[in-house]
């Protein structure tokens, strides 16, 4: 089983508060969404999920992120892929 503690944690997103060694995160409007995405996530070593929630205008959201321990092993730094809220 996944542990999903990390999305009752606020934080935001890291396209907001920038967060160290963030390589590719995802945006949902509810928890159960962001929840399901952990399925399907398949880290290599050195990878790690994090996530959290925060709220924007519209309304609250929860994020889900790959944190790598050397970003310069990630390759191109600039190459960080970003899905959803101020990441499109």
Do not use: C
Request: proline share 5%.
């Amino acid at each position: 089983m996944i542990n999903d503690s990390f999305l009752d944690e606020a934080r935001e997103v890291p396209s907001t508060t920038p967060m160290e060694r963030v390589v590719a995160w995802s945006v949902f409007r509810s928890r159960a969404d962001a929840r399901k995405l952990l399925e399907h996530v398949y880290l290599a070593p050195g990878q790690g999920l994090v996530g959290g929630y925060g709220r924007d205008s519209v309304a609250p959201y929860w994020w889900v992120g790959v944190q790598v321990q050397d970003v310069s092993q990630w390759g191109n730094v600039t190459a960080v892929h970003k899905r959803g809220r101020l990441g499109d």
